[in-house]
């Protein structure tokens, strides 16, 4: 059972020089309470050279799929931005090459939702406006926040520059 904890760990989210997005370090898990997240957000901040900042929510639903909620900026007007998830959080390096591939735990093509058969990280395309604010939700079954399931805590999020 999920307890309701809105915003209590952030993921790491990152971005590549040829892609707009930003970084953050997640913080460490409390295991104390044994309480499994229901909720974590992606602070999105921009890597170096790009724009890109807002956040991405992820809620754990009764179900078991994952709600995805995004509210960007600084994203190219009018345009379609891919969203992924990708191996590691590391946030070290300034064009987010750190952050390796997409999630791809299953071996599995690219793909956009709701195809069952895609990458774990595979979220899909955000539409910029025309003043470059984005906001996207899309519902997915194939991650979790902390499960055995495609687990995504720790993992970064990804804004590209194109879908």
Same mark, same amino acid.
């Given at each position: 059972?999920?307890?309701?904890?809105?915003?209590?760990?952030?993921?790491?989210?990152?971005?590549?020089?040829?892609?707009?997005?930003?970084?953050?370090?997640?913080?460490?898990?409390?295991?104390?309470?044994?309480?499994?997240? #229901?909720?974590?957000?992606?602070?999105?901040?921009?890597?170096?050279?790009?724009?890109?900042?807002?956040?991405?929510?992820?809620?754990?639903?009764?179900?078991?799929?994952?709600?995805?909620?995004? #509210?960007? #900026?600084?994203?190219?007007?009018?345009?379609?931005?891919?969203?992924?998830?990708?191996?590691?959080?590391?946030?070290?390096?300034?064009?987010?090459?750190?952050?390796?591939?997409?999630?791809?735990?299953?071996?599995?093509?690219?793909?956009?939702?709701?195809?069952?058969?895609?990458?774990?990280? #595979?979220?899909?395309?955000?539409?910029?406006?025309?003043?470059?604010?984005?906001?996207?939700?899309?519902?997915?079954?194939? %991650?979790?926040?902390?499960?055995?399931?495609?687990?995504?805590?720790?993992?970064?999020? %990804?804004?590209?520059?194109?879908?």
């Amino acid at each position: 059972m999920f307890h309701r904890r809105p915003r209590t760990l952030a993921l790491a989210a990152l971005g590549f020089a040829l892609m707009l997005a930003g970084c953050s370090h997640a913080p460490e898990v409390n295991s104390s309470t044994g309480m499994l997240l #229901d909720a974590m957000d992606a602070k999105i901040e921009p890597t170096q050279g790009n724009t890109c900042r807002g956040k991405v929510q992820f809620v754990a639903e009764k179900d078991g799929t994952v709600r995805v909620i995004a #509210d960007l #900026d600084g994203l190219t007007p009018n345009a379609e931005h891919a969203i992924h998830i990708h191996e590691v959080g590391d946030c070290s390096a300034p064009d987010g090459m750190s952050a390796k591939g997409h999630y791809n735990p299953e071996v599995k093509a690219h793909g956009l939702p709701p195809a069952e058969d895609r990458h774990a990280g #595979d979220l899909g395309n955000v539409k910029a406006d025309g003043k470059g604010h984005a906001h996207y939700e899309v519902t997915v079954t194939n %991650i979790s926040l902390t499960g055995t399931h495609n687990p995504i805590f720790g993992r970064a999020v %990804i804004v590209h520059a194109k879908p």
